[in-house]
């Protein structure tokens, strides 16, 4: 068996022990004669494994005590949805920074639940920078301000946290939680679907600040109530309980490799290897600003497109896999999550030399 | 490593040959070298397990071309909104037939999205049967007909298919989809959380009628509509990948056991070694009027609940579990779906005859 390097944004790479134990415990977990996926959700087993899952997001994460942590179903999509109709109910009105592809459908899908304002955008320049928040035109009577931490398809990166004062900042992290440290105490809510750098695709996680729950609109479904969900220990329905499982074996990982702060300086070496090859060279370009790049989503283009379907080929016949960009923006993109090793950032970079130095 | 019967409700017993194999491909699936879970959704080896478990499904069940397959997220109880979000808006009011804890839950839920009409309710007798039809009050304008094919908590199954006119027919079929034969055509939409007849939970599974598509209301989440869903197939967001792979399985697993006919065949068979011991024995009682009786779960009391502790732990001492009935009727409850062996209903059956040898 050879492994390859799989860049895909998602779904995506998996840590390999992670792989193995779920291997191994598939038919038997821990002696109880059952897999992971036949346990009843209400059982004293899943029960632990679901306790010891948050247990360990709350501690890698420093997540308070007066935040709940939810396990949900949807992904980001149907929290786009799920987001305002839980919280926009206290005063009808919400602030949305749009800085890619994500942002702007996060935006737009609010637009059903009450008054949206785009307090920034980074439309113009084609999503190549973070605006800055003195541009921002904030709404201090607004019920959340809506930011997407890290956009998969234009690359770029919050390396900061913006300052809402009173007004609750909400995040969808879906692409870089885990990847370093925040300070969750300045967001009131964070969501993030597992299948980036967390676990397998059906999985939700919310974060969020018990004060906010409670608004939710009357056409709210119940499945999907953060004050229902936190009340039942996300299990007022049957919880995604073997992706929860899996979610629980990365967390743990996570821990070995030393938590958030070694993550952090592992992600950050693998992407100045790709970064300072692709500034050197001028047959690769990356469009983004220097200061907005995202650690985790690379785009990045050949001098010719003409080129790219030989580049993509020749990658796969390397076992490098999953590199074709975006439809909406075309080139390339290496994703880099948590899970990919920096060999696997060396093979890139090797062939992507090798093939510069015979196309170029 | 000795395998338990498992009789949960839900998640459930899975077929050993599908853990197995699923275990076996782990790291690597069909040599591509990465997991299902680590695969993009959008690329061709997860097209190809996507493409397949619907081809499958539709031949297993017979489905009709009019009808769409949605894999989706949020089980039957997210369902319970999504149905009327997507159906009430031709008319606005909808039809629910009452025969137990499910039914009700659904019934009260799309309450939030137009007028709700109880059509026929079990309730007075304890949900121990199914109403007829003679004495269901349908309303001919209504937007569908609402029932629950098979009510876990109370035991009780349709083993009859409503006619509802030209007014569509829409089944939780959660708890005994692909355990018999079922003329689709007679529905308008069929829904089930894939956790007990199926696979894991976080997959649900739709399949409906595509003229009845495109009504649904403006609150509507983007990633709960089933028009936006059909048009992507089921990949307006990311579906639950890994969820779908198993159901897949789980289908050919089935095919290979001779498909419906056959499975029912093999359902009855369980159920009858179960029942008839209840009506042989005086010790044990099963409620339920025996037209009704369900052949997925059967609950049953003993004399003396008083014993209930010591038939739990003699049971999970001989490898038996999940036995204890739902907290709100007490009891018991024997799940026996597809997956559950004759060999784990026979042993339930010898282990109660000693029970009651014992005690009674």
């Not at 009105?93 to 592809?101: I, L």
């Not at 990356?286 to 995202?294: E, I, L, M």
């Not at 050949?302 to 390397?318: I, P, S, T």
């Not at 590199?323 to 090797?350: D, T």
Request: charged share 20%.
């Amino acid at each position: 068996m050879t492994r390859v390097f799989n860049f895909s944004p998602g779904p995506a790479t998996l840590p390999e022990p992670v792989l193995r134990q779920a291997a191994a415990e598939m038919l038997d977990w821990h002696g109880t004669g059952m897999s992971v996926m036949e346990m009843s959700h209400r059982g004293k087993e899943f029960i632990s494994i679901h306790a010891e899952a948050e247990a360990d997001l709350r501690e890698l994460m420093g997540i308070p005590a007066n935040y709940k942590v939810l396990f949900m179903q949807g992904g980001a999509i149907g929290e786009n949805a799920i987001v305002p109709m839980n919280l926009i109910g206290r005063g009808g009105k919400a602030d949305y920074v749009v800085t890619g592809d994500w942002s702007k459908k996060s935006q737009k899908e609010a637009k059903t639940f009450g008054t949206v304002n785009v307090a920034a955008s980074g439309e113009a320049g084609k999503f190549t920078s973070i605006p800055k928040q003195s541009e921002w035109k904030l709404d201090p009577e607004a019920a959340y301000v809506h930011i997407c931490s890290n956009e998969t398809i234009g690359g770029v990166q919050f390396h900061w946290t913006p300052e809402t004062g009173n007004v609750p900042l909400v995040a969808d992290m879906s692409s870089d939680i885990l990847s370093r440290p925040i300070d969750v105490s300045k967001y009131g809510l964070i969501y993030a679907g597992a299948q980036k750098n967390m676990g397998p695709s059906g999985l939700t996680i919310v974060i969020v600040r018990e004060d906010l729950m409670g608004h939710a609109l009357p056409i709210t479904p119940s499945a999907f109530n953060y004050q229902l969900q936190a009340e039942n220990d996300s299990m007022f329905n049957t919880p995604p309980t073997y992706a929860i499982y899996i979610v629980g074996l990365v967390l743990k990982h996570f821990k070995a490799m030393g938590g958030m702060a070694a993550i952090e300086a592992h992600n950050k070496a693998k992407a100045k290897v790709l970064y300072d090859y692709l500034d050197a060279s001028s047959f690769y370009k990356n469009p983004v600003n220097p200061a907005d790049r995202s650690l985790m989503n690379v785009p990045f283009k050949l001098k010719d497109d003409a080129l790219d379907e030989a580049f993509l080929k020749g990658a796969q016949a390397k076992g490098m896999i999953q590199l074709k960009g975006h439809r909406s923006v075309g080139g390339m993109r290496a994703s880099i999550y948590n899970a990919m090793s920096i060999e696997g950032v060396q093979a890139l970079v090797a062939y992507m030399k090798e093939f510069e130095a015979k196309n170029g």
